[in-house]
Nanobody, 125 residues
């Protein structure tokens, strides 16, 4: 599976962006899809995930109520709608595809087998 993230950019505080992650291959629907982010000097952190058929959605506390994840299996694409953006949301955002692994939860980066190249989101104050 190859993942291509897009939709990042520069936005002011309170603004919105929608990230997209397009996947190659015909098995997209069999993967959990996740979004992670990494700010300069910080570790990569979980943002959101969506399970098979859109079931099993989860968000980090820091984005809950502001971000919405969705998937369109017909288009092999997962989306992250980001509203009410804050400067602390500034990071490179990565999408990832994974299947269940013993010992890990889908909020862990180790759950995921494939990663996109990342898209930069910058929120100015």
């Amino acid at each position: 599976v190859q993942l291509q993230a897009s939709g990042g950019g520069l936005v002011q505080t309170g603004g919105s962006l929608r990230l997209s992650c397009a996947a190659s291959g015909r098995t997209f629907s069999s993967y959990f899809m996740g979004w992670f982010r990494q700010a300069p000097g910080k570790e990569r952190e979980f943002v959101s995930l969506i399970g098979w058929s859109g079931i099993g959605i989860s968000y980090a506390d820091s984005v809950k109520g502001r971000f919405t994840i969705s998937r369109d299996d017909a288009k092999n694409t997962v989306y992250l709608q980001m509203n009410s953006l804050k400067p602390e949301d500034t990071a490179v955002y990565y999408c990832a595809a994974g299947t269940p692994k013993s010992g890990y939860t889908p909020r862990s980066a180790r759950w995921y087998d494939y990663w996109g190249q990342g898209t930069q989101v910058t929120v100015s104050s």
